[in-house]
Nanobody, 125 residues
Framework: QVQLVESGGGLVQAGDSLRLSCAAS????????MGWFRQAPGKEREFVGA????????DYADSVKGRFIISRDNAKRTVLLQMNSLKPEDTAVYYC??????????????????WGQGTQVTVSS
């Protein structure tokens, strides 16, 4: 089993930055692809970004491209989501997820077998 715990959420103003962290424990593997998803009230869970096991490949949703950056520290078993120039529409619960090493369809939630409990991000206008 793999356990994922997100942290770093909070209330910020539009234009601010926030950094989310996802700590992995249990039977983790540095080769796991890691993804970030978010879900706003009344909306479906949507892809935010993902990173390959090596960190060499990243993928982002168009809505966050150029503003959000994913990185990972395999030694610390941590994945970070740096969020800059936040907008009110970024308000959501953010989840990290772990899945198999393949980089195929990183944006699909179905490929991830492990999920964290989520952390709330609220951006005020």
């Amino acid at each position: 089993q793999v356990q994922l715990v997100e942290s770093g959420g909070g209330l910020v103003q539009a234009g601010d930055s926030l950094r989310l962290s996802c700590a992995a424990s249990g039977r983790t593997s540095s080769s796991y692809a890691m993804g970030w998803f978010r879900q706003a009230p009344g909306k479906e869970r949507e892809f935010v970004g993902a990173i390959s096991g090596s960190g060499g490949i990243t993928d982002y949703a168009d809505s966050v491209k150029g503003r959000f950056i994913i990185s990972r520290d395999n030694a610390k078993r941590t994945v970070l989501l740096q969020m800059n120039s936040l907008k009110p529409e970024d308000t959501a619960v953010y989840y990290c997820a772990a899945g198999p090493p393949s980089t195929y369809r990183l944006s699909s939630p179905n490929r991830y077998g492990y999920w964290g409990q989520g952390t709330q991000v609220t951006v005020s206008s």
